[in-house]
Nanobody, 124 residues
Framework: QVQLVESGGGLAQAGGSLRLSCAAS????????MGWFRQAPGKEREFVAAISRGGDNILYAESVKGRFSISRDSAKNTVYLQMNSLKPEDTAVYYC?????????????????WGQGTQVTVSS
């Protein structure tokens, strides 16, 4: 059974930074594409970033490109989302997702497993 546990969310001021972590209980972590999505109140879940199994293929949403950075540590079975220059519109619940033996995707339905989410609130 795959479990994903996000942490690192919280309250930040506009222009500040937060680092999200997602610890994966996956025996073959390197076999999974990992992604981050977010969902604001009243809105659909949207793609933020994804990283390939080897870390050499990375996708970002246009809205976060240049501000957010995704990375993975296979020794720790963890994927990270470094968020800099935060804006109030980044406020949302952030979810970690895993996709088995595939290429990175921006489509939520392509991911097999999801975490419970962590709240990020950015004040102006």
């Amino acid at each position: 059974q795959v479990q994903l546990v996000e942490s690192g969310g919280g309250l930040a001021q506009a222009g500040g930074s937060l680092r999200l972590s997602c610890a994966a209980s996956i025996r073959t972590f390197s076999s999974y594409v990992m992604g981050w999505f977010r969902q604001a109140p009243g809105k659909e879940r949207e793609f933020v970033a994804a990283i390939s199994r080897g870390g050499d293929n990375i996708l970002y949403a246009e809205s976060v490109k240049g501000r957010f950075s995704i990375s993975r540590d296979s020794a720790k079975n963890t994927v990270y989302l470094q968020m800099n220059s935060l804006k109030p519109e980044d406020t949302a619940v952030y979810y970690c997702a895993a996709k088995y033996l595939a290429v990175p995707s921006t489509v939520p339905s392509m991911y097999n497993y999801w975490g419970q989410g962590t709240q990020v609130t950015v004040s102006s």
